[in-house]
């Protein structure tokens, strides 16, 4: 098993540290982190555990990863972070365990983390998405599929950021953002559907224009929640992906942002 790792880097003797990783000067890789192959992990960038990290991940200087919940209920339980594969985690990025005894923090795959951005304690990201500098999340928060939270974004604890939507800059959310989307302000509103996003991954032309339909529904001052979605499910039922939105709808908990 090969690796590289700068004479100057501390690791942990019960770490385990998978082939072709690099550790470089000053780096600290702690008790219980398991490091998959081909992982880098710069100078000064910091991951502790009980921490289990796929392969590819690449973490960049004075990164700190794994270390204990921010949440002041914590009273030193055993909790994880799980990471999956090929994320990038930029400059002062931070993702932090779970908070429960044997509560865990879990992150996909192919994600792109940059400067200052910061996944909470008990958080869920799914896989593809970007969080564009200082973008944060608190506490048991979860992320679809392919988001993007744009700079300067904050969500409140308990939201859900649907798959595919988009986030603006400098927004506030305390509702849940619909999938395939775009919220955007301070209070955070649904400016319509995410139509160049859905374009580059594929969507086709019937599923874009199925939800701008449903959008002009779901969003018509006219209609509660519960009427836009059964007028919804009257006229697009059968379009999978408005099925997806109306699945988000139904299974909110805060309410969704309208």
Known sequence: MSHRIHPTAIVDPTAEIGADVEIGAYAWVGPQVKLGDRCRV???ASITGPTRIGS???FFPFASIGQKTQDLKYKGEPTYLEIGN???FREFVTANRGTAPEA???IGSNNLFLTYSHVAHDCTVGSHTIFSNNATLAGHVEVGDYAIISGLSAVHQFCRIGAHSMIGGCTKI???APPFFIADGNPAEVRGVNAVGLQRRGFTDDDIKSLRLAYRILYDKTLNTTQAVEKIEKDFA???RVAELIAFVRSSQRGIIR
């Open 42 to 44: 710069e100078h000064h």
């Open 56 to 58: 590819g991940n690449h």
């Open 86 to 88: 090929d994320n990038v």
């Open 104 to 106: 865990v923090t879990r």
């Open 174 to 176: 305390v509702q849940d």
């Open 238 to 240: 059968s379009q999978p």
